[in-house]
C-alpha cells in the first residue's frame, strides 16, 4: 500500500480564519513533507520532517505551522493567511530523506486551497 | 528552488508516436526522479535513477542518466491519449538530501 491520504480535497477560508491540512500515511515512513503548487509551476518545497522532527523549513512565512504529532500524521496550520497563498498543497512522504538511500518519495492527491 | 530545467515546456504529439522529454540539473545529484502529475491532481512517481546508474526501463518508459552531462531523459513509447500528463524530474544532490522539481513538460497526447 503507496497511500498517501489528505484531507481536506478543498478548503475555502478566509484571511482571518484558522484552519488546517492533514497528511496520513501508513507505510512507515518516516521522512513527510509539504510542497506547495502553484498553477502550471512545479512544486516548491516547503517543510520537511525526519523522524517526527522538523528538519527543513525553506524560508516558509510563519502563517504555516507545521505539524507532526506522530509517524503516521502531518499538520500544516493555516492562520491569517493571504490570497497569495492559494494554492494546491501536497503532502509525501519516503522511508527516509531521500540522500544517498534513493528512496522514493510519495505523494498525496493534494489539497486545494483558496483564501479570499 | 528548482534545480532541475525541462525541455521542451510543451510537447504535442499523436497517439502511437514517442516523446522524450530532458531534464538538466547545475549541480552533482544523488538520484533523480520523474513523476506524473495529471491536471489537479497528486503526483506519480514513475521512475527513480541513482546517480551511478545510467538507463533504467519500466514498461513503456525508459530514462537515461548523463552525469557528465548533468542531464536525464524520459521516453515514452508508443504513447496513448491517457499519457497527455505533466512530467516532472526531481533531483536531491550531494550535500542536500530532499527532491526539488524542475519546471515540468507538459505532454498533449492527440487520439
Known amino acids: 500500500d503507496t497511500e498517501v491520504t489528505q484531507t481536506p480535497k478543498h478548503l475555502v477560508m478566509g484571511m482571518t480564519n484558522k484552519k488546517s491540512l492533514k497528511c496520513e500515511q501508513h507505510?512507515?515512513?518516516?521522512?513527510m513533507y509539504w510542497y506547495k503548487q502553484k498553477a502550471k509551476k512545479p512544486p516548491e518545497l516547503m517543510f520537511v520532517?525526519?523522524?517526527?522532527?522538523?528538519?527543513i523549513n525553506e524560508s516558509v512565512p510563519s502563517r504555516f505551522s507545521p505539524e507532526c504529532p506522530n509517524s503516521s500524521l502531518l499538520n500544516l496550520h493555516l492562520h491569517a493567511l493571504q490570497p497569495e497563498d492559494s494554492a494546491l498543497y501536497l503532502c509525501a512522504s519516503s522511508q527516509v530523506r531521500t540522500g544517498v538511500a534513493g528512496n522514493t518519495i510519495y505523494f498525496g492527491e493534494g489539497s486545494w486551497l483558496t483564501v479570499v | 528552488s528548482q534545480q532541475g530545467e525541462e525541455d521542451p515546456q510543451a510537447l504535442s504529439i499523436q497517439e502511437g508516436e514517442n516523446a522524450t522529454m530532458n531534464c538538466s540539473y547545475k549541480?552533482?545529484?544523488?538520484?533523480l526522479q520523474w513523476y506524473r502529475q495529471n491536471s489537479g491532481r497528486g503526483l506519480v512517481h514513475l521512475i527513480l535513477i541513482r546517480s551511478n546508474e545510467r538507463e533504467k526501463h519500466s514498461g513503456r518508459l525508459r530514462v537515461t542518466l548523463d552525469t557528465s552531462k548533468k542531464s536525464s531523459s524520459l521516453l515514452i513509447t508508443a504513447s496513448r491519449a491517457a499519457d497527455t500528463a505533466s512530467y516532472f524530474c526531481a533531483t536531491d544532490w550531494i550535500g542536500n538530501n530532499d527532491m526539488r522539481f524542475g519546471a515540468g513538460t507538459r505532454l498533449t497526447v492527440k487520439p
Open positions: 549541480t552533482s545529484i544523488n538520484n
Open positions: 520532517y525526519s523522524y517526527e522532527k522538523l528538519s
Open positions: 507505510m512507515g515512513h518516516r521522512a
